[in-house]
C-alpha cells in the first residue's frame, strides 16, 4: 500500500495533502479498481476517483480559517479571497468583521499556487505507490520494476518538495489539514483539586490550636 512507503520516504511532505483526500482514494482505491482486476468500467470509475482527489489537493491548498477574538473554539474555515478574507461556504457562518478576528487570512499569493502544485506532485506519488490503480491502467509490472518505482519515487518527490516548501512556506490553515494548536502539556494542566502555585515564599499555614501548643522534650 502506499500508505505504508509513503511515511518513511517522503517524510513530512505528506503534510502537503488533506487528510481526507487521502484518505477517501485509500479506502475507494481497491473497491473501485477491483484490486487491480480492472474491467473498462472499473478503469472510469478509478480514473474519476484520482481526479476527484487530485481536484480536490489542488483547490484545498487555497483554504484558510480564523479564529474569533473572544471565542477560541470559534473557528471559521474557507477560501481565501484573491484580495484577502474567506469566502465561506453557502450554508456556513460567515467570519466576523477583521477586527473581531485573531488572524485574517492574507491574500492569495505565488506561494499557495506553488504548494498547490506539490500538493499535486505528492498525490501523484500516493497514486503510483498504489498497486490497485497501477494494475488497473497498465500491465502487471515486474518485481523488479515495482521496487525501482518504490525506491526512486518517493526519493525524487520528496527532494523536490524539501527544496521548494523552504523557499515557499505555507501559511495557511485550511479544510483537511492537521492543526498546528500546540497543546498543554501534562505539567501545564493541574490536576483536580490540586492548589495552584503562587509566586514568592511557600508559606504553610498553621491550625490555630497548635499555636498555643507548648512541646516539651524530655
Same mark, same amino acid.
Given at each position: /500500500?502506499?500508505?505504508?512507503?509513503?511515511?518513511?520516504?517522503?517524510?513530512?511532505?505528506?503534510?502537503?495533502?488533506?487528510?481526507?483526500?487521502?484518505?477517501?482514494?485509500?479506502?475507494?482505491?481497491?473497491?473501485?479498481?477491483?484490486?487491480?482486476?480492472?474491467?473498462?468500467?472499473?478503469?472510469?470509475?478509478?480514473?474519476?476517483?484520482?481526479?476527484?482527489?487530485?481536484?480536490?489537493?489542488?483547490?484545498?491548498?487555497?483554504?484558510?480559517?480564523?479564529?474569533?477574538?473572544?471565542?477560541?473554539?470559534?473557528?471559521?474555515?474557507?477560501?481565501?479571497?484573491?484580495?484577502?478574507?474567506?469566502?465561506?461556504?453557502?450554508?456556513?457562518?460567515?467570519?466576523?468583521?477583521?477586527?473581531?478576528?485573531?488572524?485574517?487570512?492574507?491574500?492569495?499569493?505565488?506561494?499557495?499556487?506553488?504548494?498547490?502544485?506539490?500538493?499535486?506532485?505528492?498525490?501523484?506519488?500516493?497514486?503510483?505507490?498504489?498497486?490497485?490503480?497501477? %494494475?488497473?491502467?497498465?500491465?502487471?509490472?515486474?518485481?523488479?520494476?515495482?521496487?525501482? /518505482?518504490?525506491?526512486?519515487?518517493?526519493?525524487?518527490?520528496?527532494?523536490?518538495?524539501? /527544496?521548494?516548501?523552504?523557499?515557499?512556506?505555507?501559511?495557511?490553515?485550511?479544510?483537511?489539514?492537521?492543526?498546528?494548536?500546540?497543546?498543554?502539556?501534562?505539567?501545564?494542566?493541574?490536576?483536580?483539586?490540586?492548589?495552584?502555585?503562587? %509566586?514568592?515564599?511557600?508559606?504553610?499555614?498553621?491550625?490555630?490550636?497548635?499555636?498555643?501548643?507548648?512541646?516539651?522534650?524530655?
Amino acid at each position: /500500500m502506499a500508505a505504508a512507503a509513503l511515511p518513511a520516504a517522503l517524510g513530512d511532505v505528506i503534510k502537503l495533502l488533506p487528510t481526507g483526500s487521502v484518505f477517501l482514494f485509500q479506502f475507494f482505491s481497491p473497491i473501485l479498481s477491483n484490486h487491480g482486476q480492472c474491467h473498462s468500467y472499473n478503469k472510469y470509475l478509478t480514473a474519476f476517483l484520482v481526479g476527484c482527489c487530485g481536484l480536490s489537493c489542488f483547490f484545498s491548498t487555497f483554504t484558510d480559517s480564523c479564529v474569533d477574538v473572544h471565542d477560541e473554539n470559534k473557528i471559521y474555515y474557507g477560501f481565501v479571497k484573491p484580495k484577502g478574507g474567506l469566502w465561506t461556504l453557502p450554508g456556513t457562518e460567515r467570519p466576523p468583521a477583521p477586527e473581531q478576528l485573531k488572524r485574517v487570512p492574507e491574500k492569495i499569493g505565488f506561494a499557495d499556487f506553488v504548494h498547490a502544485i506539490l500538493a499535486v506532485i505528492v498525490f501523484g506519488a500516493v497514486v503510483l505507490l498504489d498497486t490497485n490503480t497501477v %494494475k488497473c491502467f497498465y500491465p502487471p509490472a515486474t518485481e523488479s520494476t515495482q521496487k525501482t /518505482m518504490l525506491s526512486v519515487v518517493p526519493a525524487v518527490v520528496g527532494a523536490v518538495c524539501s /527544496m521548494l516548501i523552504p523557499l515557499y512556506p505555507g501559511k495557511r490553515r485550511g479544510i483537511g489539514y492537521r492543526s498546528t494548536k500546540k497543546s498543554k502539556s501534562n505539567s501545564e494542566i493541574p490536576l483536580t483539586g490540586e492548589p495552584k502555585h503562587r %509566586k514568592g515564599k511557600a508559606h504553610t499555614k498553621v491550625p490555630e490550636s497548635w499555636k498555643h501548643t507548648n512541646i516539651r522534650n524530655d
